[in-house]
C-alpha cells in the first residue's frame, strides 16, 4: 500500500494542492503529501524554498491561499493545534529569567491542566531528555546540548502527536548533533509521534528520516520524494548510508 492509499486513520499530515503565496511573489505551488503517522519526513532544498512556509501552514500558524490541509485526519481549520502539533526552531528560545523546569513547565501555560498534573508532565519530559537533574538550573549554566535538549522537552511536555522542527540542530556542534539525532529518534521510538524536520544538512536527513522530500524553490513545488530503507542505527561512514547521502546531494 502506499501513502496515498492509506486508510484517514493512518494519515498524519495530508496537504492537497496547497498554495501560497507572499503579496506577488509565489512560494509554494500545489504542493500535495501524505505523512503517515509516526513516520519521520525531511525537508530538503535551496534556501527560498517554502521549507519553513510548509512548516508554519503544517502548523496552523500560517494560512494557506488554497488547497486542503488534513491534519490527524481533520481538516486544519477545526483541528486543536495546541497540545497535538510542538513546534521546535532553530534558537532554542529559552527564557533567561526562568529555570529548566520553568522553561519546559511554560508549554503548559494556559493548558488547562491542573498542577500537579503540570508538574508530573515537565518532571516526566525532562527525564525523557535525560535532564531530570538539572531541573533548578538557569539556561546560562547549561552548554549547547542541555539547551536543545530543554527545548525539546519544552515541545514534549505537551505530549505532541506531530513534532515539527525547522533546523533545530543545525547550531550545534557536529559531536552534540549527533547526540541529539539519537535523542530524537529514541524519544520518537517512544512515542510514536510522527516528525516532520527542516534541514539544509543531507546527512541529518538520511541519518534520521524515513522518507526526504526536495523542494525546488520559485515558486516552491515537490522536486522528488526518496523513502529510506537503510537499517538504524545509520552511520554516515558507512557505504550504504554513504551512498544515499551521495545520491540526494545530486537531488538537492
Ligand atoms: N512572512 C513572510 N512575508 C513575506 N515573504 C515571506 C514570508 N515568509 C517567507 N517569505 C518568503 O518566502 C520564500 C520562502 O521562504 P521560506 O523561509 O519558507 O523558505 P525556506 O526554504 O525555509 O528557506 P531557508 O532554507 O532559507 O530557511 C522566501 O523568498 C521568503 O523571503
Known sequence: ???????????????????????????LENISLTIQRGEIVALLGASGGGKSTLLNIMSGLLPADSGEILLQ?????????????????????LLPWRTVEQNVHFGLENSGLDAKTRRQRVAEALELVGLAEFIRHWPHQLSGGMRSRVALARSLVVQPEILLMDEPFSRLDPQTRSAMHDELLRI???TGMTVVLVTHDVEEAVVLADRVLILKPHPGRLHNETPLDLPRPRIATHPAVNEQIRLLRLEV
Open 73 to 93: 485526519g481533520v481538516p486544519s481549520e477545526k483541528f486543536q493545534h495546541w497540545q497535538r502539533v510542538a513546534y521546535l526552531f532553530q534558537e532554542d528560545r
Open 1 to 27: 500500500m502506499t501513502i496515498s492509499t492509506l486508510p484517514d486513520t493512518q494519515k498524519s499530515i495530508a496537504l492537497l494542492a496547497v498554495s501560497k503565496s507572499f503579496a506577488a511573489q509565489k512560494v
Open 188 to 190: 520518537q521510538h517512544l
